[in-house]
Nanobody
């Protein structure tokens, strides 16, 4: 059973930065495809960034160049560095784990989910 726990959310002004973390069960990041999703009020959950077991990454167009996904296998931690934040980035952010093939931005590709961490960006 994979357990995922997000942290690092908060409130920030537009243009600011936040780093989200996702702590997981041992060996999760070396065995599963990982991703960050977000869900704004009244909207569907959308994929933001993915990383595979070799460290290759992919991003949604809306965050490309501003967000960076990374992981530390030794610490069993996934990260999402978010720079140049915009009000439209306001959402609950979730980390997710799933089987290969990796780099899907659709929810059904992932079996395990964290409880989420709130990010609020004010203008």
């Amino acid at each position: 059973q994979v357990q995922l726990v997000e942290s690092g959310g908060g409130s920030v002004q537009a243009g600011g930065s936040l780093r989200l973390s996702c702590a997981a069960s041992k060996y999760t990041y070396s065995n599963y495809c990982m991703a960050w999703f977000r869900q704004a009020p009244g909207k569907e959950r959308e994929g933001v960034a993915t990383i595979d077991t070799w460290g290759y990454t992919s991003y949604a167009d809306s965050v490309k160049g501003r967000f960076t996904i990374s992981k530390d296998n030794a610490k069993n931690t996934l990260y999402l560095q978010m720079n140049s934040l915009k009000p439209e980035d306001t959402a609950m952010y979730y980390c997710a784990a799933g089987p290969r093939p990796c780099h899907s931005l659709t929810m059904r590709a992932y079996n395990y989910w964290g409880q989420g961490t709130q990010v609020t960006v004010s203008s």
